[in-house]
T-cell receptor, first 115, second 113 residues
Framework: DAGVIQSPRHEVTEMGQEVTLRCKPISGHDYLFWYRQTMMRGLELLIYFNNNVPIDDSGMPEDRFSAKMPNASFSTLKIQPSEPRDSAVYFC?????????????FGSGTRLTVV | DQQVKQNSPSLSVQEGRISILNCDYTNSMFDYFLWYKKYPAEGPTFLISISSIKDKNEDGRFTVFLNKSAKHLSLHIVPSQPGDSAVYFCAASARNTGNQFYFGTGTSLTVIP
């Protein structure tokens, strides 16, 4: 398995533009998570899905953020309009349900810079 | 509100010595804890875990200790190697949060050859 695949690896965009981050989870994993890494808050959970259904989006910072999972092999995180404070590394992770003992497999992340 | 805290942003250790990374948590319902290791430009990778029914778990050079009364866990690396230089995140979960883990802010470990 190729692991969790995220694209693009780097994204530089101007303030006000729409940004779409993409994630392909590991085949067979039924949980998908979007995290944001910042110096101040570490790895911060934005939203997670179970069987393509959003379960908890309480971490999504504002209405400018939205996430979808149209099928078991693809998810997107969209920011519209983007702002400089959105600059961070965004990680996607997937896991099998098996109770809290099952760790996540993370992708390599997307480094977003909003100028 | 940060439920999992790593108060040391960075740590430097000489090769061959012990590295001790610390983590504190506030939620007494947490019952499973993990450590992740992250190299630059890569995603975090699972390192070691511990359940609340234990107070120690060992895997090779890595040992995690859990002190439930103090709501504290630590990761010991002995002996430390230059390849251990990375950012280490601790994470915690509780049965009533399903499969959701809460992560700390990370500690950057540098092992000096």
């Amino acid at each position: 398995d190729a692991g969790v695949i995220q694209s693009p690896r780097h994204e530089v965009t101007e303030m006000g533009q729409e940004v779409t981050l993409r994630c392909k989870p590991i085949s067979g994993h039924d949980y998908l998570f979007w995290y944001r890494q910042t110096m101040m808050r570490g790895l911060e959970l934005l939203i997670y899905f179970n069987n393509n259904v959003p379960i908890d989006d309480s971490g999504m910072p504002e209405d400018r953020f939205s996430a979808k999972m149209p099928n078991a092999s693809f998810s997107t995180l969209k920011i519209q309009p983007s702002e400089p404070r959105d600059s961070a590394v965004y990680f996607c992770a997937s896991s099998l349900w098996g109770g809290p003992g099952y760790g996540y497999t993370f992708g390599s992340g997307t480094r977003l810079t909003v100028v | 509100d940060q439920q999992v805290k790593q108060n040391s942003p960075s740590l430097s250790v000489q090769e061959g010595r012990i590295s001790i990374l610390n983590c504190d948590y506030t939620n007494s319902m947490f019952d499973y804890f993990l450590w992740y290791k992250k190299y630059p430009a890569e995603g975090p990778t699972f390192l070691i875990s511990i359940s609340s029914i234990k107070d120690k778990n060992e895997d090779g050079r890595f040992t995690v200790f859990l002190n439930k009364s103090a709501k504290h866990l630590s990761l010991h690396i002995v002996p430390s190697q230059p390849g251990d230089s990375a950012v280490y995140f601790c994470a915690a979960s509780a049965r009533n949060t399903g499969n959701q883990f809460y992560f700390g802010t990370g500690t950057s470990l540098t092992v000096i050859p």
